[in-house]
């Protein structure tokens, strides 16, 4: 037992580092976010021959067939970066979708070309609800033909297919399909942009049931959550370098301690997430009994914690934090954003609670110990 | 990263699991109506018991009596531990950080002479580091230690020292040297607490219990034999003692965590509000889940700590994040514990309408000195500023 990276992994996530550093610097995400889509292809063709757009794609569709470990390392590097566009709906929320879902046949058709670098995608599944739960979806196909509008969805205007969660399955809609309608919606994350989708008898095809979803969102819920530990990680290091050159009565500020108690508090919420994000990571690699509580678990942590995170590093950098000047603010509007993706805090302690008050524990200490158990043998 | 046991590692929780199912004793819930006294006695018995059966000490040497394994097997340990809902171990200083201690500074000799008793709870340890002046500034401390022939004479006052009243041995800090900086005059001591000139006085705390002590020494004599590393270089040592507090102390919590979040859930499910169960009430929910999530990313966040632990051999400043978390998260929870028992929570022990006789009220209560032993929080949160992030030195 070892909760440490290989080092394989380390080597991943230093590479990852580094190529975000050099080739998505802050000035380039700012570029971006002005832009309408913050979308580079350039960028994207460089992040295709990494292999990082087929990071967690099966080697037979031409990815690097990584794990969901090494997937979150990956996302909390491109986190750090607040790496623009769409590499998270693409490889993280539609890649895992077709991957867990589709057949084969399908893959060939859409995974390839994700991990390829030919073809970015989303999902759109929200609907007027604003809820993640897929039982509260309205939206279903007749004859194949979908009609009414999704929300929230990343990324929408540049993707070359869209795969969509309908009451009746799930569908992947081509960007040039006939009554499909992408109309930007005005989201505080500036370099991820969400859209309304609206579809009017729009041909889609079925890529199945939605069997397979709850087990895709997990892998994107998981992603996520390792790209707020990586904007986490970013705020945390400007506020303490910044503590530490900003004069105030003489002295850096970092020398207050009420300065330096926001900072600890920043510390523990930024490596509490990492720890847990991990951990969910991992139960979900392996298919723990404990897997969906540790995904839930963790999106709940850090969803709260990414936004006092960002809070504190703001308070910390006083009237110089609330300037647009500033990156944190970059970081705390995609906090947010996050916050909400994929269900908050709220959501899933519901989630939790199902599991862990409703469920085993409640009364029947041995069956949750037996999950436990399991958890551990695994 | 692999959370997979390696065959070693299953192989012992195997066998600590059949030892368990048949050993570890089922009754220890319900002697909350006993002494203080008599539910240390028990304590004893059941570590005696653990002892014998090869299964105290798992990361510590063989010839001391431990099991030589890994510290990653010290985390099944724990995790097997609090899955068979097995009771807490008596001698938890011992175990926790004076073992340690004496592990990592201590001569063979003393090695040999303490380490085993440590495990089996035949001698159980306190802790002699605080004085009314010294707290969080344990530079400060003035109990004295002159040396003459072959003895210290140790003459002076410690403070809130838990398990005084229990305790065979104590490890103890004094001054050797008061002419040199604070930090560099101080010597660690192992005190035989049954020896003259050690008065334990009760300390009533504000729980009503007298779970921690005044300690008086007057012309105590401890042979030069039970200095602790060098003499004036007791404040390392000292820091060691508190890494592990901080760092590696809390994962035997997650025993006690799990049992209290599993005896909270029965309650929410079996008391009735507004005509329902609380575990069916949205907010109550919402906590309860909360509390389970706390739970579980404070023993991710220990298994993270462990393996870095044992990647580099001692626990780091980092460790003051177990610190900070398992305190709070425990002050956390006995408040939603009180919202969910709403008038009985306060009800103490021996009222017949009180909740498990009381265990809430004392609970809550008892849970506001967790951010003050070990080191305050604020303290902790000064060792992350100043040593983990760089900050300046606030004093
Ligand atoms: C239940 C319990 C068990 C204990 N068991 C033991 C034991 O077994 N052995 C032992 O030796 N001691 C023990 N202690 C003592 C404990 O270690 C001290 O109480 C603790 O270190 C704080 O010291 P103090 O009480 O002198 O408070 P002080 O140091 O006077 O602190 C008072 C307040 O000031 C704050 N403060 C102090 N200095 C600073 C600073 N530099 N920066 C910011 N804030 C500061 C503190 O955080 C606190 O809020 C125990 C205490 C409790 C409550």
């Not at chain 2, 030589?68 to 899955?83: C, I, N, P, R, T």
Request: proline residues 3%.
């Amino acid at each position: 037992m070892q909760f440490g990276l290989s080092e394989s992994q380390q080597i991943l996530k230093d590479t990852a580092r580094k190529f975000f550093a050099g080739e998505s610097p802050v000035a380039a995400v700012r570029k971006a976010m002005e832009t309408e889509t913050a979308y580079d292809a350039a960028l994207w063709a460089k992040l295709a021959e990494q292999g990082f757009t087929g990071i967690i794609t099966p080697e037979e569709f031409g990815g690097m067939g990584l794990g969901k470990v090494e997937l979150i390392l990956l996302m909390e590097e491109a986190g750090y970066a607040l790496l623009p566009g769409p590499f998270f709906s693409t490889v993280a929320l539609a890649g895992a979708v077709i991957d867990a879902c589709a057949s084969a046949e399908q893959k060939k058709k859409y995974l390839a070309r994700i991990a390829g670098g030919q073809a970015r995608s989303t999902v759109a599944l929200v609907e007027a609800a604003g809820s993640w739960d897929p039982g509260s979806l309205k939206i279903s196909t007749a004859d194949n033909k979908l009609t009414g509008t999704k929300l929230f969805v990343t990324d929408a205007a540049v993707a070359d297919f869209i795969i969509v969660v309908a009451r009746d399955g799930i569908f992947a809609v081509d960007a040039k399909a006939a009554g499909l309608h992408i109309e930007p919606m005005k989201g505080m994350d500036l370099a991820r942009k969400i859209y309304s989708v609206e579809f009017k008898n729009t041909p889609a095809e079925k890529l199945a049931n939605t069997s397979g979803l709850a087990s895709a969102l997990d892998v994107a819920t998981a992603a996520l959550c390792a790209e707020m530990v990586g904007g986490m990680q970013r705020a945390l290091e400007l506020t303490v370098a910044y503590a530490k050159t900003r004069k105030q009565f003489g002295k850096p500020i970092g020398i207050f301690q009420a300065v330096q108690h926001l900072c600890a508090d920043m510390y523990l919420e930024t490596e509490s997430s990492r720890s847990a994000t991990y951990y969910a990571a991992w139960a979900l690699e392996e298919n723990t009994a404990d897997a969906t509580a540790a995904i839930s678990v963790a999106k709940m942590y850090s969803s709260d914690a990414s936004r006092t995170v960002g809070n504190r590093g703001i308070q910390v950098h006083g009237g110089m934090g609330f300037t647009w000047e500033n990156d944190l603010h970059l970081y705390y509007r995609r906090a947010k954003a996050s916050e909400t993706m994929l269900g908050d805090a709220t959501f899933h302690r519901e989630r939790i609670a199902r599991l862990v008050v409703d469920g085993a524990a409640a009364g029947d200490k041995k069956s949750q110990n037996a999950e436990r158990a399991a958890a551990l043998v695994k | 990263m692999d959370l997979n046991l390696s065959p070693e590692e299953i192989k012992f929780r195997d066998e600590l699991r059949t030892w368990l199912a048949a050993n570890a004793p089922k009754d220890w819930d319900e002697r909350r109506e006993e002494s203080m006294e008599s539910r240390f006695e028990y304590l004893k018995r059941w570590q005696r018991k653990l002892y014998e059966g090869g299964w105290a000490g798992i990361s510590w040497p063989k010839e001391y009596g431990g099991r030589g394994a890994s510290l990653m097997e010290q985390v099944v340990f724990w995790q097997e531990m609090a899955l068979a809902s097995a009771p807490p171990l008596a001698n938890v200083l011992g175990l926790g950080i004076i073992g340690p201690t004496i592990i990592a500074f201590g001569t063979e000799a003393q090695k040999k002479r303490y380490l085993a008793k440590i495990l089996s709870a035949e001698e159980i340890w306190c802790q002699g580091f605080s004085e009314p002046d010294a707290g969080s500034d344990l530079a400060n401390v003035r109990c004295e230690a002159k040396l003459e022939g072959d003895h210290y004479i140790v003459n002076g006052q410690k403070v809130w020292n838990s398990y005084g009243w229990a305790a065979d041995w104590c490890e103890l800090v004094v001054r050797t040297d008061p002419d040199v900086p604070k930090h560099k005059g101080m010597t660690v001591l192992l005190v035989d607490m049954k020896s003259p000139g050690v008065e334990v006085r009760p300390l009533r705390q504000m729980t009503g219990e007298t779970e921690f002590n005044e300690l008086f020494f007057h012309d105590l004599r401890v042979p030069v034999a039970n200095v602790v590393g060098k003499v004036n270089e007791g404040w390392g040592v000292a820091m060691g003692t508190l890494m592990h507090e901080r760092g590696t102390f809390g994962a035997g919590l997650q025993i006690t965590y799990r049992r209290n979040m599993e005896r909270l859930i029965d309650l929410a499910r079996s008391t009735q509000r507004n005509g329902r169960p609380i575990a069916e009430d949205p907010v109550m929910r919402q906590k309860l889940a909360q509390c389970y999530a706390e739970i579980e990313i404070m023993r991710c966040n220990q298994m993270r700590a462990f393996s870095r632990i044992s990647a580099t051999g001692v626990p780091g400043p980092e460790g003051s994040i177990q610190k900070i978390f398992w305190s709070e998260l425990n002050q956390r929870f006995q408040q939603i514990a009180q919202e969910l028992l709403g008038p009985y929570g306060q009800l103490e022990a021996g009222d017949p309408h009180a909740v498990d006789n009381g265990m809430w009220a004392y609970g809550y209560l008892r849970t506001r000195g967790n951010t003050i032993e070990a080191g305050t929080s604020e303290i902790q949160r000064n060792i992350i500023g100043h040593f983990v992030l760089g900050l300046p030195k606030s004093y």
